[in-house]
């Protein structure tokens, strides 16, 4: 008899773990039902919270245990209360697609394009997460939310990610343009080149010189058309290229105080100057911030590690109890690769701002630790300084300051 109970107990603990420890064959789309869900660690309600999902918000599961999701956030691993959560089931899945689809209405996302060969589409944030599918150059693509480099969409239901860089959004005419408009606009525009060709063909036909002298004009205009795109190509010097710009501090973090402005508006509004140089030399560019917000160090690194980045570019703007300290300074972690960017970017900085050279230095910055690509922090000026602040804060400084950083940055890499 007892060794009857000790079996049936056997069983019962078995078969417990069997059916409390499911490892998802496939994803599953979950919604938020509860005000709010933390993102945890481990699997327990004690473990450090991650970051906090609010209702209505969407997250896969990719694996339950004991009543824990597990998901990705910026590319780690994290989990969720099961019970907070509700499936989003094929009828409100049908209903979702139907709402997105076709890609051309997003009441509710930005429309963007594909403008590169190919771009995959990921599981989560990260440039080593597991692909879903490839969209090729000029497909299109809904981003309902941003993270870190990385844009969210969806993916037979699923979420999905994409690197922002390799996206450009699309013009208010084509967001509301359905696929039947496009296709009946394709069938009219064809019909118009027919009768175009059919009068130019007629036209031939009756003036033999007229064609000829047609063709030299279509060649002469080809050839102006190529040796413009020769002009313009040889601008684009940093086409292909991909470079994540710190704006230090934000939000709460001040950053160092001058008597006229603060350290973390000076760095956000120099660092759309280079932002808007960059892609004027062919470049794409991802801001660790767009407006005056809060960024932990741990996760200003973040576009940079999940995303193929050429550097890193760090922005500051310096303080000291010595009013008399001015200058411009470059810091690296360490490599002489780091160590060649920074010399080349503050050789630059200093030849277009005219500020006094205070070199390169070393420096254990966290963002240039944790930084897995090339990476330096820049520190523009003294806003301790009375009069380097009156510079440092003017149009004309912040644009030759980004001016110099670009043109390093081209030096570098050419």
Known sequence: MRNNIMVSIGLMV??????????????????????????????????????????????????????????????????????????????????????????????NGQLHQVKVPAVHLREAPDKNATIITELSNGEKVTIFGE??????????????????????????????????????????????????????????????????????????????????????????????????????????????IGSEVNEKTLTLSTAKKVEEQLHDKGASVTLTRMDDRFIPLEERVQPSNSTDTEAFISLHYNASEDQSVRGVYTFYYDGVENQRLASTIQKSLVDHTNLNDRGTQQADFKVLRDNKQLAVLIELGFISNPEEQKVIQTDNYQENAAKGIVTGLENYFK
């Open 14 to 107: 078995f078969l417990f773990i069997f059916l409390t420890t499911v490892h998802a064959d496939s994803e599953q789309l979950y919604q938020v039902e509860s005000a709010t869900l933390a993102l945890l660690e481990e699997p327990d309600p004690n473990a450090a919270v991650i970051a906090e999902l609010q209702k209505g918000e969407k997250v896969t599961i990719f694996e339950e245990s004991y009543g824990w999701g597990k998901t990705y956030h910026h590319g780690e691993e994290a989990w969720v209360a099961i019970h907070q959560l509700v499936a989003v089931n094929d009828a409100q899945s049908q209903m979702e697609q139907e709402d997105v689809e076709p890609a051309e209405s997003v009441e």
């Open 147 to 256: 993270s870190y480099g990385w844009g969210k969409t969806f993916y037979n239901d699923k979420e999905a990610w994409i690197a922002l860089h390799l996206l450009e959004e699309t013009n208010e005419s084509t967001d509301r343009m359905t696929l039947e408009e496009n296709e009946e606009e394709h069938s009219e525009q064809t019909a118009e080149e027919n009768e175009t060709e059919k009068s130019e063909a007629k036209s031939d036909q009756r003036d033999g010189k007229e064609e000829e002298s047609a063709v030299e004009k279509e060649e002469e205009d080809k050839e102006a058309k190529q040796d413009e795109q020769i002009q313009q190509s040889g601008e684009k010097t940093l086409a292909g290229y991909h470079f994540v710009i710190d704006p230090g501090h934000g939000g709460k973090d001040t950053g160092a």
